[in-house]
């Protein structure tokens, strides 16, 4: 997708929930390997879903954007490892959704299982901090001719910390990620990697 998500899929286009998690789940354990840590383990990978679900209603936040999210930030890996923001700020990003400033993570558990508190709190960060961007997004001018549309602008601003209305949401990314918003619809239309 190109441009500023006026065109793209609408959120009645987007797969449903449980489509996207009988999809993006199986893949949780390459988004470990990849990264050589441990896999997840059932318990773990239920209180992702258990957490997401919660808690994205808890914001006002559709919870297909969070999971994808968490697919495109970590691949579901709950041990994955913090990353940092380009210098000079050198801001962790830790966790599920490496989130801005984030507080929790599973990172250097190895083996050991991640508990269901730190998970809630991967998700807990990541989505609070996301749902200030819809908020946001909401609020610029021109504002976006949609909700879907809302959170694409939403998901450039998570990835690169701006946003002009009217800009392409694949050309607009600085630092960061440039074709982060076009991944997170093809993700949200359910495409599995």
Known sequence: ??????????????????????????????????????????AETANIKSAIQTISKQHSVDERVILAMVMQESGGCARVKT?????????PNPGLMQDYKGSHNCEGFGSKECPKS?????????????????????????APKNDAQKYYWALRIYNSGNYKPGDNLVGSAGAATAPYASD??????????
Do not use: H
């Open 1 to 42: 997708y190109t441009g500023d998500g006026s065109t793209w899929p609408t959120m009645d286009k987007w797969a449903s929930f449980d489509a996207m998690w009988t999809k993006f789940s199986p893949l949780f354990a390459s988004g470990c390997t990849s990264k050589q840590l441990p896999t997840n383990s059932p």
């Open 83 to 91: 990353t940092t923001s380009p210098p000079p700020d050198n801001i």
């Open 118 to 142: 730190q998970i809630d709190g991967m998700i807990e960060d990541g989505t609070s901090f996301f749902a200030e961007k819809v908020k946001g997004a909401g609020a610029l001018s021109p």
């Open 184 to 193: 997170m619809a093809n993700r949200l239309m359910g495409v599995a990697w």
